[in-house]
């Protein structure tokens, strides 16, 4: 059970009901977490939307799947899970990432991910940035390093809360397509 009360939105006010219908958040439950402090949740929508329109809707699954894994957050991956196969990232990749595998990914991604992983770890080499920075711009750079620190922040959060998962049992890590289907239906 979480520690926060899962608000809705009848529970907060007016001027903020527009952020839980379906064409903005729906209802996930973190939102309805973060919906105790409204300005905070607004706010902070806003902040990721500016970092999720710097990166293509695949790489920044790919990152967030990637996050999720590295600090074994098992509420972000279940939810990215589900989100990720909408935004390009295929059963057989999302399972690579729950194995730790990155290898058949093709160069650029191979690198995003490894940087992903380094940086939610905290174990970013020279070498790791300079194959990073030979496949991505600076800017990107600073958008994705920034999306890790956010979904480092937000699984420690999410532990916090001991929030649970929406879409039945934990998907697991390397889920099969029947598993899948299933929660996610």
Not at 119 to 143: C, E, M, N, R, W
Not at 171 to 184: A, H, K, L, M, Q
Request: with cysteine; hydrophobic share 40%.
């Amino acid at each position: 059970m979480t520690r926060l009360e899962l608000l809705s939105k009848d529970e907060i006010p007016d001027q903020y009901h527009y952020l839980f219908t379906d064409d903005y958040l729906g209802d996930r439950h973190i939102f309805r977490v973060w919906a105790h402090n409204p300005e905070i949740l607004e706010a902070t929508l806003e902040y990721l939307e500016t970092l999720y329109d710097q990166l293509t809707p695949r790489t920044k699954e790919l990152v967030i799947l990637t996050v999720a894994r590295a600090r074994g957050a098992r509420y972000e991956w279940h939810q990215h899970v589900d989100i990720a196969r909408t935004r390009g990232v295929e059963t057989d990749e999302i399972r690579a990432i729950g194995g730790r595998d990155f290898s058949d990914f093709d160069d650029e991604e191979f690198v995003l991910c490894q940087y992903a992983r380094a940086v939610a770890t905290g174990d970013v080499t020279d070498q790791i940035h300079a194959a990073l920075a030979d496949a991505y711009s600076p800017s990107k750079i600073v958008a994705v390093g920034l999306l890790v620190d956010f979904y480092v922040g937000l699984c420690n959060y999410v532990a916090a809360v001991d929030l649970p998962f929406e879409g039945g049992e934990f998907v697991g890590w390397t889920p099969d397509d029947e598993t899948i289907s299933t929660r996610f239906a």
